[in-house]
Nanobody, 121 residues
């Protein structure tokens, strides 16, 4: 059974940092792309970042480029999202997801339940 479990969210002041984790099980992480998405209150869900399997190439939405870094540790079956220089507009529930495909796709079939990130002073 495919499972993804996010952790690491919380309350942080503007300019602060958080590292989100996505623990996976039920499949071999080595072979698949994993994406991070977020949904802010009253807004649609948006793609934040994704890491491909083949060459571990990464994709970022423009608003987080230079601030967020996605990485993977296949031995730990975990994907991370390091978030620096956080802004109030980064406040959202963050989800990791996969379509069990080797490359990043715009839609995903399997989702975690999310972790809340609140950026506020």
């Amino acid at each position: 059974q495919v499972q993804l479990v996010e952790s690491g969210g919380g309350l942080v002041q503007p300019g602060g940092s958080l590292r989100l984790s996505c623990a996976t099980s039920g499949f071999t992480l080595d072979y698949y792309a994993i994406g991070w998405f977020r949904q802010a209150p009253g807004k649609e869900r948006e793609a934040v970042s994704c890491i491909n399997y083949s060459d571990s190439s990464t994709i970022y939405t423009d608003s987080v480029k230079g601030r967020f870094t996605i990485s993977r540790d296949n031995a730990k079956n975990t994907v991370y999202l390091q978030m620096n220089s956080l802004k109030p507009e980064d406040t959202a529930v963050y989800y990791c997801a996969t379509d069990l495909a080797p490359v990043c796709l715009p839609s995903m079939e399997y989702w975690g339940k999310g972790t809340l990130v609140t950026v506020s002073s």
